[in-house]
């Protein structure tokens, strides 16, 4: 019967909620060891943008070479962003349990704040951009922080999604198995629409990672070329 074809519309909803749920369980489990959140987020975009959404060779083959690929900065960046964010929550912390008794606390409240909100925005964009980008762990960060300063209203909305998760998980746990990929689909189009846009403002094609690539074929930006683009 018709409905049952692989061309079918429903068949293709099925599928995609069955790749979600497949790719949130892998991101669950390679986020285990903690310091390969970052990496792990990135192979979650990578593979909900190329494969759910795309083509490509399958869920897990799409998954785990992204993971492969960008395993070691992954762990850098994660640890720089694990810092900053300790150092930031302390901060606060301190500010908050001493404004009313010191001026000096009270400033480092009312500061910490608007940088928390950054700190924020830069943790939301970072897998996404790691996922796109080739280069070194400054233009990494750098392209960041410009792409989560680009509309501030729609990195609170992703914020608030993302906090909404949060919540949804802490009451319902079995929903870290769909909401991730959920939350990476939902805001995919915006993030896609928001870099092609900024690569062809400069000039420049998407530069795709060495697993995107034909073998032979060379790197559509180097790392320096990318640390130029962001000057422009």
């Not at 285990?32 to 990578?46: D, G, H, M, Q």
């Amino acid at each position: 019967m018709g409905v049952f074809k692989y061309g079918n519309s429903f068949i293709r909803i099925l599928t995609k909620i069955a790749n979600l749920i497949l790719v949130s369980l892998y991101w669950v489990l390679s986020c285990i060891p903690v310091i390969t959140i970052v990496t792990s987020s990135s192979a979650l975009y990578y593979t909900v943008n190329k494969v759910v959404n795309g083509s490509g060779d399958g869920v897990t083959k799409a998954f785990f070479m992204a993971i492969k690929e960008n395993f070691k900065k992954g762990v850098l960046l994660f640890l720089i962003a694990a810092g900053s964010g300790a150092i930031l929550f302390f901060d606060l912390y301190f500010g908050y349990m001493n404004y009313t008794k010191n001026v000096f606390a009270m400033v480092y409240f009312f500061i910490g704040i608007p940088l928390g909100f950054i700190w924020l925005s830069m943790a939301v964009y970072l897998p996404v951009v790691f996922s796109r980008f080739d280069g070194t762990v400054g233009v990494i960060l750098r392209l960041t922080a410009y792409f989560a300063s680009r509309n501030i209203l729609s990195t609170l909305l992703r914020i608030v999604f993302l906090g909404l998760i949060v919540f949804l998980v802490d009451y319902y746990p079995v929903l870290l198995l769909v909401l991730p990929g959920v939350y990476t689909d939902l805001f995919r189009n915006g993030h896609e629409k928001m870099m092609n846009k900024y690569l062809s403002e400069n000039g420049y094609k998407e530069p795709e990672k060495a697993s995107e690539r034909d073998e032979e074929a060379p790197a559509e930006l180097t790392p320096l070329e990318m640390d130029e683009l962001f000057k422009k």
